[in-house]
């Protein structure tokens, strides 16, 4: 089968990415990419299970620790195949094209853009607490239903997919065209508003830390959180039921720690990318996962881990039952008193916001590659005048307002948790195939402690997935995430045998 990268290099031969992206703006897009509006939000439900402020700053430490594990394996691998798609092709050339499409399948049916839909419904949902009209309640005059589907099937009401448009959702969907316009413009644009966007919600992130392990310390919380034997404990469960408990508590902090992945994806937009990779996800994951468990610090010296939901004060819900899980608000509100939650409002519109640019940039870099593969729409392997894959771009955005639409990506993220760890974790086996089997590849850099922290970082992934297998809570989700990634082979079949069947010809430029 003649592939289309082969047609497109030879009809397009000076369509080639622009190498726009410093050290600075690809440590941007890791860390933007990451932080979005679960650490604002995901520490009531990990609190709720673990019940003890030390375990729940443990689960954001050893998120913190598998993640920067991920990175140091990665930046090899990243180091070696500086091109468009990332942890694609990693996966392509360690274990071959159907691996690498079962990755860019499920990145594309729901990890990519179901994490993008999730995140500008939250920018939707918070532009509400500013402007109270922004309701999420649907349009009476446009199509909608509540619809129980699952792949294993759905026995609870609650999780049924909601059809229809509501406001928003019309914002989700104006702010994903707004970030998709942007991007077509091209990298330059694209990098600007993430470089830029990074910085502030940073240095936000920071403040509202630095705040609280100061002026807004609480003694009330403290001696809640700290004395006695209130900060450790394990709720009187059993050793072995605990690490299935906190295992599956994990999957907050794990998916707020998720797409430090992404710069890989855009490899071949950064300079010098053989040094500038490895060291993006080293100091991108390293700052975000520091940020991360000193904010979790200032939560506990702020607001009391245990409260009621029945409770009328913000102290008085504490952490566990904060309005909506909204810690980071309850936080602010503490601090700042009642304009403290406008003030976190504004502050996770401009996280989300940024979160999304970099997940929109990033993304369709992998479709992009998987097109020059012949494993995706054909124009999508295309660059247009601006040098940027504008028809994968276009395709993103449009799946994407699909699932704004359905209100389903909150279930489909659920379902891809055990999936998307799997891959992480395969992808780091990867790295001890190409050890061996293209040793003399060059490796600008080589993997920090291989074999050991690379094999303990397989073990550790493993052992989460494991976790949400037996865990009563997640099982559902992780074997339907596994059907989902199954049902791709199928598909990649299929996609070949019609792509053999197509006529060779040129493939024109993008618009």
Not at 350 to 372: D, E, K, P, Q, W
Not at 466 to 477: C, D, G, H, Q, W
């Amino acid at each position: 089968m003649s592939s289309v990268a082969e047609e497109v290099d030879a009809t397009q031969p000076q369509s080639e990415f622009v190498k726009a992206m410093s050290l600075t703006d690809a440590t941007m897009l890791v860390a933007g990419s990451m932080i979005g509006s679960g650490i604002f939000i995901v520490s009531a439900s990990i609190s709720r299970q673990v019940e003890s402020p030390f375990w729940m700053l443990m689960a954001w430490i050893v998120t913190g620790v598998i993640t920067l594990l991920g990175a140091l394996a990665f930046g090899e691998m990243a180091a070696m195949y500086p091109r468009a798609g990332g942890q694609y092709v990693f996966l392509r050339e360690s274990m071959g094209s159907l691996m690498g499409f079962l990755y860019g399948w499920t990145l594309f049916v729901v990890i990519q853009t179901g994490t993008i839909a999730a995140v500008a419904v939250a920018f939707g949902r918070f532009l509400g607490v500013l402007v109270p009209s922004i309701s999420p309640d649907r349009f009476g005059w446009f199509p909608s239903g509540d619809v129980c589907v699952g792949i294993l099937g759905c026995t609870d009401p609650a999780a049924a997919i909601q059809l229809g448009l509501s406001p928003q959702r019309l914002i989700a969907l104006v702010t994903v065209w707004i970030l998709t316009w942007i991007n077509l413009r091209g990298v330059r644009e694209g990098k600007m508003v993430q470089t830029t966007l990074t910085v502030v919600k940073t240095g936000a992130l920071a403040i509202l830390i630095l705040l609280g392990l100061t002026i807004g310390r609480n003694a009330e919380a403290i001696s809640a959180n700290f004395s006695g034997g209130n900060f450790f404990g394990t709720g009187g469960m059993d050793t072995s039921g605990f690490l299935i408990v906190f295992g599956a508590a994990m999957v907050g902090s794990l998916f707020s720690s998720d797409a430090w992945n992404n710069v890989t994806f855009a490899a071949a937009e950064v300079k010098d990318p053989s040094r500038n990779l490895p060291l993006a996800l080293l100091l991108g994951t390293g700052l975000v996962s520091l940020l991360y468990v000193l904010a979790n610090v200032s939560y506990l010296n702020v607001l009391p881990l245990a409260g009621s939901a029945e409770a009328t004060t913000v102290l008085g819900r504490g952490i566990q039952h904060a309005a909506q899980d909204r810690v980071g608000t309850a936080a602010a509100e503490v601090i700042f008193g009642a304009s403290g939650a406008t003030l976190m409002a504004i502050a996770i519109l401009i996280s989300t916001f940024g979160c999304n640019n970099g997940l929109i940039l990033a993304g369709a870099r992998v479709y992009y590659a998987m097109a020059r593969d012949g494993l995706f729409f054909r124009k999508a392997g295309v660059l247009n005048a601006r040098k940027v894959p504008s028809t994968a771009l276009i395709v993103q955005s449009v799946w994407v307002s699909l699932l704004c639409l359905t209100g389903t990506y909150n279930q489909l993220l659920n379902y891809v948790i055990f999936a998307a760890l799997l891959f992480y974790a395969l992808t780091t086996v990867g790295l001890f195939i190409l050890r061996r089997t293209r040793p003399d590849v060059p490796r600008p850099y080589r993997a920090i402690g291989y074999p050991v922290l690379p094999a303990l970082y397989i073990i550790l992934s493993g052992a989460v997935c494991i976790i949400l297998l037996i865990a009563k809570s997640t099982r559902t989700e992780a074997f339907s995430g596994l059907v989902l990634v199954l049902l791709g082979i199928p598909v990649y079949y299929l996609w070949r045998k019609v792509e053999e069947g197509r006529p060779s010809g040129p493939v024109t430029s993008a618009d």
